[in-house]
Structures are given as C-alpha cells and as structure tokens.
C-alpha cells in the first residue's frame, strides 16, 4: 500500500496524540518528540494534541513544548468526537463547536491507562478513524498483566508464577495478603496491573518491602501482580505487522540497578542495551517464534515490543510481558531493534502509518448492519 492514498500530489494529515491521564504522561512526551522529530514533512502534515494530566485535549502552536513547560494557556482546548460523520477536532466556542482540523491517521503515542488500554482505541474505532497500534482488545489484554498471563496460559507460553491482589485486600488485610504472596517465596516483583514503564513496580526480599511494595503499587491500579523473582536476564524482540506479522533480532537489557527500573529507563538512561542479544541461535529463533505467537494471541496489530525474561540459573525463558505502544524515546529499545534489523527510525514511523491504513481497509470491510 502506497502512503500517498489520496492523491499523489496531496500529503497525509497525522495527528500525533500524546500525554494523557497515566503515571505514564511523561515517558509519553519524551516518546512524542523522537515521533515528531523523525516524520517527514514531505510527506506528512502534522497536527499535534496534547492531553493534560487531568484529560483536558489541547491542541494549537508548538503544543508538546507548552505541554512539557506547563504553560498552555495560548492553546485551543479541543474535542474529538467519537461521531464518524464530525471526524477531526474541534475548538470549543461560546456556542458551538468548529473544526480545527481533520487527519487520516492518528498515531496514539501514549502509555498507560486511558490509552494503551483499549480505552482510547475504543474511542478512535468509534469515529472510526485509522490509527497506528493494537485494536480494543489488543490494547486491553496487552495492557492487563494478570488477563495477558491468562491468556499465555491458555497458549501454553511459559510464564513465571504469580498471584493477583485487590487494592481493596491490600487496604483491608494486608497481612492475609501478604501470607498468600509468601507461598511464591522471596524475593517477588510487585506490578500494577495496568501500567508500564517500571511505574509501581518493586522488587521485595522479605515482609517489610513486600507491604511497602503493595502499598505503592496500589496507588497505580486496584488489581496488583506479585510475581516469583528470578534471576533473570532480560531479552526484549519488537514485532510489526498486522495480519502477518515480523519479529526483529533480540536485544538484552543490562540494568543499571538491581532491575529495569523507571529510572533506568528514562531518568538517567544509565541501562547498557545489547543488540542482538547474546544468545543461542536455536533460542533466539525460539524467542522470535514465540513473540510471534504472543502478538497474534492477543490480536495485536500494527507494533508491539514482546519481553523475555531468562533465568540465569537454569537457562528457561519466560514470558514476561507485551507493550503495545512501547517507548520511542531515543534510548527506547523498539525502534533500536528495527534499526539493527535493518530498518531505521523514519522507515519505521512510516511503515507504522502504512500498517494503520491498512487496519482500517480491512475493517471497513466488515458489515454493519444486518440484511
């Protein structure tokens, strides 16, 4: 499929959606400025919206850069309708409502709740619009660490024990929850359910950490994971494609501290990353098979990064978990990947955007109304 849809003499208008109210809202400004710096103006028109930690939308001049500040008041707070007729954002006025501008694709480079779990791509295939990424339920399983390890269960995909929590038990019986997680024996990985980057996450050596841990990550979601820890390398492969989908080479993260924190992450960017990974060539092809397996499982599209963990004790992988809007920021491992498997970072972007058109052909393909 060629960019160029419309006309060949006409650019694409995307949009760029970024912010948003997560834990997440600043992993996704820095992941917006590398998207932003690396599409083509030759090719596309750019509208840039921002969604303000409390969901105001935003849109007008330079917006990432007032949004990064704080200082947004000469911004347009803006609407998208999920009403496929009104398509586009529009400015609120006195009265009414008037269109700001229209697109043809929007890329959601968001991460976290209200985004990358299927809550914002319910929102675009309402006003049924092309956008880059996993549908609804990609987006949803992907996002929900204690569903997703379900789902790899049901698949036979390894995956390292654990136990789902309430907020609600963390609150009321702490010590019964704890006793529960001490079957896993120590040390665990606290998670929150729904949320990325490290955000929330901690690693626990005995019943001190262990309650503090469930404390902190019950701020972030009301379902939390507690996970066996292992003494694990990290392997991470990025998958493309919709339909049809391709695994890169795999790369290793060697964390700065004692795991991948959010710090070492986008903080001080202190984590090596080995690419390729120091593998098996029977492993790797091993790992790529099941990235594969692990994407179309949960019905993803368009990207995702898929991440390993391998036990440095006995040599097993694991399964460990899916991101369907990974990081771009310039020290994110996706669009490392791709680039060492021979497919640099404006390619990448733009094949991103082909993929979406592509979604959304095959969706408009599908009956609505029964005859």
Not at 229 to 238: D, F, K, T
Request: hydrophobic share 40%.
């Amino acid at each position: 499929m060629k960019l160029l849809v419309k006309s060949m003499n006409k650019k694409l208008k995307i949009a760029i959606l970024f912010g948003g109210r997560s834990g997440e809202h600043e992993v996704s400004l820095a992941s917006a400025k590398s998207v932003l710096g690396a599409l083509d103006t030759n090719k596309y028109d750019v509208v840039q919206i921002g969604i303000t930690h409390d969901g105001a939308w935003l849109s007008g001049e330079n917006v990432l850069e007032a949004l990064t500040s704080g200082n947004t008041d000469k911004l347009d707070k803006v609407v998208f309708p999920p009403d496929p007729s009104q398509q586009g954002i529009y400015v609120i006025g006195n009265a009414q409502y008037e269109l700001l501008s229209d697109f043809d694709v929007v890329f959601p480079v968001m991460h976290g709740t209200f985004s990358e779990d299927g809550t914002m791509q319910g929102l675009l295939e309402m006003a049924d619009v092309a956008y880059v990424g996993a549908g609804v339920t990609g987006a949803a399983v992907g996002m929900d660490k204690g569903i997703f390890k379900d789902v790899m269960v049901a698949n036979d995909i390894p995956v390292v024990e654990g136990v789902m929590v309430l907020r609600a038990e963390i609150e009321s019986e702490i010590n019964t929850v704890i006793s529960k997680v001490e079957s896993l024996g120590y040390p665990v990985f606290v998670k929150p359910a729904n949320m990325g980057s490290s955000v929330g996450v901690s690693k626990c050596d005995n019943r001190s950490s262990l309650s503090e841990g469930l404390i902190e990550a019950a701020q972030y979601d009301r379902r939390i994971l507690v996970e066996r820890g292992i003494n694990a390398r990290e392997i991470e492969i990025s998958v493309l494609g919709n339909d049809n989908p391709e695994a890169s080479m795999p790369g290793e993260v060697e964390p700065s501290r004692e795991f991948y924190s959010y710090e070492s992450k986008y903080v001080d960017g202190t984590s090596g990353l080995m690419i390729p990974a120091p593998i098996s060539e029977e492993m790797t092809e091993r790992m790529r098979e099941i990235a594969i397996q692990t994407y179309q499982a949960i019905d993803c599209a368009g990207m995702a990064r898929v991440d390993f963990l391998l036990d440095k004790n006995d040599g097993k992988f694991y399964l460990n978990e899916v991101n369907t809007i990974p990081g771009f920021t310039e020290i994110s491992m996706y669009p490392k990947l791709w680039d060492a498997s021979g497919l640099p970072y404006p390619k990448l972007v733009d094949r991103l955007i082909e993929l979406a058109l592509e979604r959304k052909e095959d969706r408009d393909r599908t009956k609505r109304r029964f005859e």
